[in-house]
């Protein structure tokens, strides 16, 4: 009863919060993220520091190499996570945007007008950047947030916070616009979820197991994605050195994120010669590949890939390949075994891949690139607050605009329905 209690304050400050944020101006809310941006460049020594704590105990207790990537900070990422802030500053306001406009018959002028959601909930794992991340593009549209973070991650957490959202009073913003929830207690999260009239929606952002206990117990409307299982198709046309580099970068650079490739499709006219070639370099970086009957016929002693292998997020430098008889063929096993995340092609052309761009049905789609860029700050947004496969409100990153839903505003004088 204590822990609800607790949670409850946390909740009912946050509303109030997101009322206030009304009032706060853009040039309030712009000089706020600058100061957090500030911030944690002046604090970084300290957040290294509470960050090598959660570190050393993921590696005491045997977290993957891949999370452990994740958990961890450095100079670099600190510098990142401050260069999001800068950007999410130079971005326009989403919120008070005129959408549409139109005048009845009667005389009735009807605005649609972009508002803030209200109070966000964000649960997640691992990744201490998400805290500043959505702290920022939380407040910069306007909306309250209430930051849930996983216990590997928690003294990181604690101390982004509070570096963050000291001094936001000096702009008129309550430092409860960016509540945290810093418990440990999984029961936190459980209370949390059924509060559907303090907390407007709720985002999960971690594994499928974290994503889909959410879904399954919120009371509040839920956007997630649960898992990247990300595909990159070689086509016959491809050009081979692109296609090395893009697939060293897409899988290798950093295995254990959801943009990461999972699969790999190449077509059959090229197999014999891309696939030894392509074995080669992703065995020098460390990949176990698996492969369908094809493959094996090709790359002796790899291990089959079995139906499963198809479904799985690895999370891991591990990857499954396929060998395709045509861009059809491709399009049909990305739609069936894909997480509608991010796909893409590699090829010289064009008709190929306008067909793949049109077909497959994933948030993002690319040729000639890595699946690696579907990241906020990557598109230029400023940072994401996660990646949506949903399909309704949003998909893709998930952004400022994103963070908006609208009303309507209608000016009269004097009318009455008939």
């Keep these: 009863m204590q822990l609800k209690n607790k949670v409850i304050k946390l909740l009912k400050g946050a509303k109030e919060a997101s009322f206030c944020l009304a009032k706060v101006s853009a040039k309030e809310k712009d000089a706020a993220l600058s100061k957090m941006a500030s911030a944690l460049l002046k604090n970084t020594k300290y957040l290294l520091s509470e960050n090598s704590k959660d570190v050393a105990l993921a590696n005491e207790i045997g977290l993957s190499e891949s999370l452990v990537d994740r958990l961890t900070l450095t100079e670099r990422r600190v510098k990142e996570m401050a260069d999001s802030l800068k950007q999410v500053v130079s971005l326009k306001d989403p919120a008070g945007k005129m959408l549409r406009q139109w005048k009845r018959p009667n005389g009735l002028i009807i605005k649609k007008i972009s508002v803030p959601i209200g109070v966000i909930g964000i649960i997640y794992e691992s990744r201490p950047n998400v805290t500043s991340d959505c702290a920022g593009l939380c407040l910069k549209s ?209 008709l190929a891949a306008d067909k793949f761009l049109k077909e497959v049905d994933s948030a993002c789609v690319y040729h000639n690139a890595s699946t690696r860029f579907t990241d906020g700050y990557q598109f230029g947004m400023g940072a994401e607050i996660g990646i949506s496969t949903d399909k309704i409100h949003c998909r893709g990153p998930m952004a400022l605009e994103e963070l908006c839903i609208y009303k309507y505003v209608i000016f009269g004088s004097g009318q009455t329905r008939a």
């Design 142 to 350: 306007g909306n309250a947030c209430v930051l849930r973070g996983g216990s590997e991650a928690i003294n990181s957490n604690r101390a982004i916070h509070g570096v963050i959202t000291k001094g936001l009073r000096e702009f008129n913003i309550p430092e409860s616009a960016i509540t945290m929830i810093d418990t440990a207690d999984r029961k936190a999260v459980e209370i949390l979820l059924k509060q559907d009239s303090l907390v407007d929606v709720v985002i999960p952002r971690g594994g499928e197991g974290l994503i889909r206990y959410v879904a399954e117990n919120s009371s509040i409307p839920v956007i997630k994605h649960y898992k990247g299982v990300c595909h990159l198709y070689i086509d016959k046309d491809a050009d081979f050195k692109m296609a090395m580099d893009i697939m060293l970068n897409a899988k290798v650079q950093r295995p254990g994120v959801c943009n990461a490739i999972e699969k790999m499709l190449v077509h059959k006219d090229i197999a014999r010669k891309f696939l030894p070639q392509a074995a080669g370099v992703l065995d020098d970086k460390g990949v176990e590949l698996r492969g369908c009957s094809w493959t094996l016929k090709i790359l002796k002693g790899i291990k089959k890939a079995v139906e499963k292998d198809w479904y799985e997020e690895y999370l891991d430098l591990i990857l499954a390949i396929k060998v395709v008889k045509s861009v059809d063929e491709a399009i049909s096993h990305i739609n069936k075994y894909g997480s509608r995340h991010s796909d893409a092609i590699v090829t010289k052309n064009k």
